[in-house]
């Protein structure tokens, strides 16, 4: 079955300082997600990109949060400024089409220190 | 916005027993119900959905149910096997809203061999 790809794992940074994570959706998808799950709490949705932008984002992704599709390939996630609030599992997912199986990546644990 | 509860959020079953888990959602807009399986050091991953005009689905060994005038919908899987240790993950959506999923709380699930 394919798969949604994130690296790096585990990414560990001093708080103030910017991450990037990174996915690579399934190729022949179109929509993708950013969720994140802080340690036994659910999983929350971040924001959904559609067509090269943002089609909707919640109350979590504010300013310091941005995702770019670089490429044909990649999805990211960019983190301006970490708090250690920000210390999560980030899941990345996508999905062919509405009302389609969404497929969710491994995550990428981040620990803001 | 909407708002997803889980119970119980550990479960401990004896294997070949049945195991039921339960959601309730608070948007009565809502129209989408997955359940996701999240196994150690992996992302969630989809098991079964139901959409609104359907009140129960099964696939093998696993059956949801839904009613949507009580705003609750709940998992059932029999005949466990050890495998089927996880944490379980109900959602609820709309498939029009670019798949934004709202995730409960979880519940883990330990079948004893």
């Known amino acids: 079955e394919p798969e949604v790809t994130q690296t790096p794992s585990h990414q560990v940074t001093q708080m103030g300082q910017e991450v990037i994570l990174r996915c690579v959706p399934i190729?022949?998808?179109?929509?993708f997600y950013w969720y994140r799950q802080i340690l036994g709490q659910k999983v929350e949705f971040l924001v959904s990109?559609?067509?090269?932008?943002?089609?909707?984002k919640s109350e979590i992704f504010d300013d310091q949060f941005s995702v770019e599709r670089p490429d044909g390939s990649n999805f990211t996630l960019k983190i301006r400024s970490t708090k250690l609030e920000d210390s999560a599992m980030y899941f990345c997912?996508?999905?062919?089409?509405?009302?389609?199986?969404?497929?969710f990546g491994s995550g990428t644990q981040l620990s803001v220190l | 916005g909407e708002n997803v509860e889980q119970h119980p959020s550990t479960l401990s079953v004896q294997e070949g027993d049945s195991a039921v888990i339960k959601c309730t959602y608070s948007?009565?807009?809502?129209?989408?119900f997955p359940w996701y399986k999240q196994e150690l050091g992996k992302g969630p991953q989809l098991i079964i959905d139901?959409?609104?005009?359907?009140g129960e689905k099964k696939d093998q060994r696993i059956a949801v149910t839904l009613n949507k005038t009580a705003k609750h919908f709940s998992l059932h899987i029999t005949e466990t096997q050890p495998e089927d240790s996880a944490v379980y993950f109900c959602?609820?959506?709309?498939?029009?809203?670019?798949?934004?999923?709202?995730f409960g709380t979880g519940t883990k699930l330990q079948v004893i061999p």
């Open positions: 997912a996508s999905t062919r089409g509405l009302g389609e199986k969404l497929f």
């Open positions: 190729s022949n998808h179109l929509y």
């Open positions: 990109f559609y067509n090269n932008e943002i089609s909707e």
């Open positions: 948007d009565s807009a809502s129209n989408y």
């Open positions: 139901i959409r609104s005009n359907v």
């Open positions: 959602a609820a959506g709309s498939p029009g809203g670019y798949q934004k999923v709202t």
